[in-house]
């Protein structure tokens, strides 16, 4: 147990040492997006009735933060330890890859959380949010950062440098979670696109995670929990195959 | 009593590449212990294998009896590694870096132990310096600190010296022989033999992943019996009789076998017979560095 908390605390630490990079720039990014899309659209979307398109628009920039951030916490904090070369003082220590495994997915979320916090206190300067229901809210925040958690530490473990890193950042985190619904409903789509729409999952963790904000969603949030849920389970278990098996960490 | 470090019939494969081929090896509780051999050997897989850094493509690797895939966390916590490369995580202190560590091999409060390391490595006045801030010496004070909190009775270092100044070399030897003496075992991976053939009991020679020579070090010296006369003449020319002796001649100094001291005075009696007048004379002892030499020539 003291081993994991001492590398969940590490791990806390090491983002904590560097928070303008690691929680202010992140928050800086989603309020330039929300100034400049409410702007744009204020006055020419309604996507819910009684919801203002900037209300609208946060739970899905909150989301998205959170999901980048928890993404973004493991990854580089496993390829900045495997290229530096310390990952070697935990791998020679007693830690058990389950341990190592929740370390790391717990700072990962702490990360994404702490993030999207951040952006909700900031946009509630800009526009009122409503909470309808808290628990949707909660749940869909801790399933989807854990997901995002799980593919960070998968995209840490497997490269083998920084460009490879970006790569799966800018060519499929970033589409994945712009792509999912974060700045329209998908009933705006084109059907076609409505229909791709619905094989992403992070549509639904935005989907159900705006559903707790105003009681109305595009899918039934038990729905999108009943994805989200499975996509963790599976993730969680490739990620823990992977440390027990030490892919690319011992040879 | 379980050898400190067991290794049976030890393989690993990269690719193509064979790193071992088969090494058996036991090292006892207490040795002070030395892995030679050249750059690409198999020195840093065999560590590596025991620390659970690489898995093995065959045979089996224990610490104080812990099997290191089996019981990896026993023979973990059995072992402390000074690693070859110089890493450090540079978002840390000396400190934090040593409680980290402390942290996870399970040690909760562990302040009175690091500052006792911090003071016999000499790093006390820097505990609060960022690592990054620190010199290249220093940080590999901080390596064998590391290799250390958890206090194990194994510890292996891996070319602890490289690039490592004079007054380093000595600090780190001195603490490393008392906890020697106190009971830990030690292997040790150098370049530098001098150091090996003070400090060690016993050596194994590796090459090209097998173990080409295993014994005791003042063995291994004496199957090297023969000692060594260097001669510088006048006039510099040497006595054609002496000429079997000849070992090797460089910018006019004539190296001469001797199988011991005894043959010094025929030879001397021989060169003044032959008029030739002795203008530097020397005999050394073989040392390590020759056995390797010829070990590893002999070992092809």
């Known amino acids: 147990m003291t081993g994991f908390l001492t590398l969940f605390h590490k791990e806390i630490l090491r983002f904590r040492k560097v928070m303008l990079q690691t929680v202010g720039a992140p928050i800086l990014t989603a309020l330039l997006y929300l100034l400049i899309f409410s702007h744009v659209l204020e006055a020419h979307v309604q996507v819910y009735p009684g919801v203002s398109y900037t209300a609208f628009l946060m739970p899905g920039l909150i989301m998205m933060s959170v999901l980048q951030n928890a993404f973004a916490n493991g990854s580089s904090s496993l390829i900045q330890s495997k290229i530096s070369g310390n990952i070697v003082f935990f791998l020679l220590a007693p830690l058990s890859y389950l341990e190592f495994f929740l370390a790391y997915l717990f700072a990962a979320m702490v990360r994404g959380l702490v993030v999207g916090l951040g952006v909700a206190v900031v946009g509630a300067f800009f526009t009122e949010l409503r909470i309808e229901h808290p628990l949707w809210i909660l749940a869909f925040a801790l399933a989807s950062s854990a997901v995002f958690g799980c593919v960070g530490i998968i995209a840490g473990i497997w490269a083998e440098k920084f460009d490879q890193l970006a790569g799966v950042q800018n060519f499929a985190i970033v589409p994945l979670t712009f792509l999912s619904g974060v700045f329209y409903s998908i009933h705006s789509l084109p059907a076609f696109w409505q229909a791709v729409s619905h094989y992403n999952p992070v549509f639904y963790m935005i989907d159900g995670f705006r559903y707790g904000f105003f009681g109305v969603s595009d899918v039934d949030p038990w729905h999108a929990l009943a994805v989200v849920l499975p996509c963790l389970a599976v993730l969680a278990g490739a990620t823990l195959h992977l440390l027990g098996a030490g892919y690319k960490l011992r040879h | ?300």
């Not at chain 2, 022989?177 to 090996?196: K, S, V």
Request: a negative charge; aromatic letters at 6%.
């Open chain 2, 1 to 300: 009593m379980a050898a400190a470090i067991r290794v049976r019939d030890l393989a690993k494969r990269f690719g193509l590449l064979e790193a071992l081929r088969g090494v058996d090896l036991e090292i006892g509780q207490g040795e002070f212990f030395a892995l030679l051999g050249p750059n690409g050997a198999g020195k840093t897989t065999l560590i590596s294998i025991l620390a659970g850094l690489v898995r093995a493509s065959a045979g089996e690797a224990s610490v104080m009896g812990y099997d290191v895939v089996r019981q990896y966390r026993e023979a973990r916590r059995a072992l402390g590694v000074v690693p070859q490369e110089l890493v450090f995580d540079p978002f840390f202190t000396v400190r934090e870096t040593l409680r980290f560590q402390s942290g996870y091999f399970g040690i909760r409060d562990n302040e009175a132990w690091i500052d006792a390391l911090l003071h016999h490595l000499g790093l006390a006045d820097k505990a609060d310096t960022n690592m990054r801030r620190l010199s290249g010496g220093m940080k590999r004070r901080v390596l064998v600190a590391q290799a250390l909190v958890h206090r194990p009775p194994v510890i292996i270092l891996d070319e602890p010296t490289a690039g490592v100044d004079v007054e380093l070399r000595q600090t780190l030897w001195g603490f490393i022989q008392d906890l020697n003496r106190e009971g830990h075992t030690i292997l040790l991976t150098t370049h530098y033999l001098e150091e090996a053939e003070q400090l060690c009991e016993r050596v194994a020679m590796l090459k090209d992943g097998r173990i080409v020579a295993l014994d005791r070090t003042e063995n291994l010296l004496r199957g090297e019996a023969e000692h060594r006369l260097e001669l510088r003449l006048s006039p510099p020319a040497l006595p054609e009789s002496l000429r079997p002796r000849l070992l090797q001649e460089e910018d006019g100094v004539f190296h001469l076998r001797l199988a011991d001291y005894g043959e010094l005075e025929p030879v001397l009696a021989e060169l003044r017979r032959c008029g030739a007048r002795v203008e530097g004379l020397c005999v050394s002892q073989p040392d390590l560095e020759e056995v390797f030499v010829r070990i590893m020539r002999g070992a092809a």
